[in-house]
């Protein structure tokens, strides 16, 4: 048996072409403002990939490139400034933040019907007591590209590997509100593979390469891997694709599956934040 491979790339271009047609049709055009600390090089592609889809989609988009050397005072200055912007709706600030920033307080200083991202502490513990306002954008691209297969979650037993809060605890949350039974898999579990093989569905967000090989998945079971590793000027997933992709019944492929969606997924929130602004 070989899997089917889910097309993120393909239903994230769906997306964006149905976000294009309602945008054209506003008056008023949402506004995302893009804020860049540093030259991480990994945040200036994902920033710059933001970027281009906010004005593709033809959002009004502000983007912030600040030296890497600001201070948290000065920072925090530029997110209340924002708050107060009526033609920005969405603030995204990228992560990670260099070492003088406390990124929690960046982060809580968003308003949270401007968090985009969905990481400001309201809009997690919205998501815990399942009454979801702003939720992650890459959590909520799983969820997608899972109920893209047709399977239905209830009941399923879940597995996600990773326990960020910006991936792997949104995701277990969003899985749980589905009704899945949910395991949480982390750098401290033993014998990850015990867990994984009982996974009808396996969510692999760890950032560790080809973690997950062909003996830790169930047959037939839905692999969705957020992972992106840089190897060789490539970029790999967290799961061994090639031989996993012969025992699972529908696997994300990397790059061209969660990542796209991630993508859709913020500019769908940016949206719905333009939405809650007129409540
Ligand atoms: P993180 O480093 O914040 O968290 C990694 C998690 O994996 C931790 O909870 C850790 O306990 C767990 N982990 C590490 N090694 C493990 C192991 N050997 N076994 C089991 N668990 C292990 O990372 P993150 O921000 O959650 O991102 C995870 C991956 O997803 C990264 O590769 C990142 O680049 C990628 N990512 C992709 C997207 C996307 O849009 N596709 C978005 C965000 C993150």
């Known amino acids: 048996m070989t899997a089917e491979i889910i097309d993120g790339k393909k239903i994230a271009e769906k997306i964006i072409n149905d976000l294009k047609s309602k945008v054209k049709n506003l008056k008023e055009k949402p506004g995302l403002a893009l804020v860049l600390v540093g030259n991480n090089p990994a945040s200036e592609i994902y920033v710059n990939f933001k970027e281009k889809d906010s004005k593709e989609v033809g959002l009004y988009c502000e983007r912030f490139n600040l030296d890497k050397d600001i201070n948290e005072m000065d920072l925090l200055k530029l997110v209340n400034d924002l708050n107060?912007?009526?033609?920005?709706?969405?603030?995204?600030?990228?992560l990670p933040l260099p070492k003088q920033i406390d990124a929690n307080l960046i982060i809580d200083s968003i308003l949270p019907h401007k968090d985009v991202d969905g990481f400001t502490p309201l809009n997690l513990g919205n998501l815990v007591s399942e009454n979801t306002i702003l939720a992650p954008a890459t959590a909520r691209a799983v969820l997608y590209l899972i109920e893209s297969t047709g399977m239905e979650i209830k009941g399923k037993n879940a597995v996600v590997v990773g326990r960020s809060n910006t991936v792997g605890k949104p995701t277990a949350m969003m899985l749980l509100e589905k009704n899945a039974t949910?395991?949480?898999?982390?750098?401290?579990?033993?014998?990850?593979?015990?867990?994984?093989?009982?996974?009808?569905?396996?969510?692999?967000?760890?950032?560790?390469?080809?973690?997950?090989?062909?003996?830790?998945?169930?047959?037939?079971?839905?692999?969705?891997?957020?992972?992106?590793?840089?190897?060789?000027?490539?970029?790999?997933?967290?799961?061994?694709?090639?031989?996993?992709?012969?025992?699972?019944?529908?696997?994300t492929p990397v790059p061209g599956g969660v990542g796209p969606m991630t993508r859709a997924m913020l500019l769908q929130n940016t949206l719905k934040a333009m939405e809650l602004a007129k409540r």
């Open 84 to 94: 107060q912007k009526t033609n920005i709706h969405g603030i995204l600030v990228q």
């Open 182 to 251: 949910v395991t949480i898999c982390h750098s401290k579990t033993k014998n990850l593979a015990e867990h994984t093989k009982k996974a009808d569905i396996l969510v692999v967000a760890c950032g560790k390469p080809r973690l997950v090989t062909k003996d830790m998945v169930k047959q037939g079971s839905v692999v969705i891997d957020v992972g992106i590793n840089r190897e060789g000027g490539k970029l790999i997933g967290d799961v061994d694709f090639e031989s996993v992709k012969e025992v699972a019944g529908y696997i």
